[in-house]
């Protein structure tokens, strides 16, 4: 073969290398690729309220909260046992999920969960160090906890519910986890939502919302608060439907009348 006739050659089989190794690229194997279905339910009301701003994973010292037996009693008046599946949404370093483990014991199951990844990784770390084979821990969404349906005899919101910026959604998206019979137990202080609380009268309306039913309230000095125990009755709503609770701010101080 002629010298230029060989280089031609050459630069045709590099050529064509080039191509394969690009159609390879191309075509290379790997995960396959999964469509998320898409999610058409929305729009949701927006709350007409102030939300909390998230402060703090803690909400006081282990030590001084188990002084005034506040675990047991929440838990003794959510009806928590042995066996049971439980959800502590929004649990930051895990006051409740280590107590609720030692509830529901080795036959039951608890799944902990906060929307804040370093503080979900700070409890998984404490859940393995204690070696609580019954717990699971992961990172929820702000407007969804992104619950198995149709899993937990009780979830537990433990002065975490006047953070929720979408309290609709949330409520409308959690409502199926719950097994027949399950219950929502919420914990939470006497205050407005700005100020770290969430007035009874509110949580009653925006839980009614939704479709679920107040079974039991009960005052919680321990707990700083109160303590409601909710149930869904009836279908969920579709969220085109569900009515918002208007916020009625209270009146300004009467002005003293004139006197002469």
């Given at each position: 073969?002629?010298?230029?006739?060989?280089?031609?050659?050459?630069?045709?089989?590099?050529?064509?290398?080039?191509?394969?190794?690009?159609?390879?690229?191309?075509?290379?194997?790997?995960?396959?690729?999964?469509?998320?279905?898409?999610?058409?339910?929305?729009?949701?009301?927006?709350?007409?309220?102030?939300?909390?701003?998230?402060?703090?994973?803690?909400?006081?010292?282990?030590?001084?909260?188990?002084?005034?037996?506040?675990?047991?009693?929440?838990?003794?008046?959510?009806?928590?046992?042995?066996?049971?599946?439980?959800a502590d949404?929004?649990?930051?370093?895990?006051?409740?999920?280590?107590?609720?483990?030692?509830?529901?014991?080795?036959?039951?199951?608890?799944?902990a969960e906060?929307?804040?990844?370093?503080?979900?990784?700070?409890?998984?770390?404490?859940?393995?160090?204690?070696?609580?084979?019954?717990?699971?821990?992961?990172?929820?969404?702000?407007?969804?906890?992104?619950?198995?349906?149709?899993?937990?005899?009780?979830?537990?919101?433990?002065?975490?519910?006047?953070?929720?910026?979408?309290?609709?959604?949330?409520?409308?998206?959690?409502?199926?986890?719950?097994?027949?019979?399950?219950?929502?137990?919420?914990?939470?202080?006497k205050r407005?939502?700005?100020?770290?609380?969430?007035?009874?009268?509110?949580?009653?309306?925006?839980?009614?919302?939704?479709?679920?039913?107040?079974?039991?309230?009960?005052?919680?000095?321990?707990?700083?608060?109160?303590?409601?125990?909710?149930?869904?009755?009836?279908?969920?709503?579709?969220?085109?439907?569900?009515?918002?609770?208007?916020?009625?701010?209270?009146?300004?101080?009467?002005?003293?009348?004139?006197?002469?």
């Open positions: 073969m002629r010298p230029i006739a060989a280089l031609r050659a050459k630069r045709a089989m590099l050529l064509a290398g080039f191509v394969g190794l690009a159609l390879l690229g191309a075509c290379e194997p790997g995960p396959p690729r999964v469509k998320k279905p898409i999610d058409t339910a929305g729009p949701f009301p927006a709350a007409d309220r102030p939300v909390a701003h998230i402060v703090s994973s803690r909400w006081s010292t282990e030590e001084a909260r188990d002084r005034l037996n506040e675990a047991s009693e929440v838990m003794d008046k959510s009806g928590i046992k042995p066996g049971m599946t439980v949404i929004g649990a930051g370093e895990g006051y409740y999920t280590i107590r609720l483990a030692q509830r529901v014991g080795k036959d039951g199951r608890v799944l906060d929307i804040v990844a370093a503080v979900r990784d700070g409890l998984a770390e404490r859940v393995a160090r204690e070696r609580l084979d019954n717990v699971s821990v992961r990172l929820g969404d702000a407007d969804n906890p992104k619950l198995p349906d149709n899993s937990f005899d009780r979830i537990l919101m433990v002065h975490m519910y006047h953070e929720i910026e979408e309290p609709y959604e949330f409520l409308w998206r959690m409502r199926p986890s719950l097994r027949p019979g399950g219950e929502v137990v919420v914990v939470d202080a407005r939502t700005q100020d770290h609380g969430t007035p009874p009268s509110l949580l009653k309306c925006e839980f009614a919302a939704i479709g679920y039913t107040l079974v039991e309230m009960h005052d919680m000095p321990s707990a700083g608060g109160y303590l409601a125990v909710f149930r869904a009755q009836g279908l969920r709503p579709e969220p085109e439907a569900i009515k918002p609770c208007v916020t009625v701010s209270s009146p300004p101080p009467a002005t003293p009348a004139a006197t002469n």
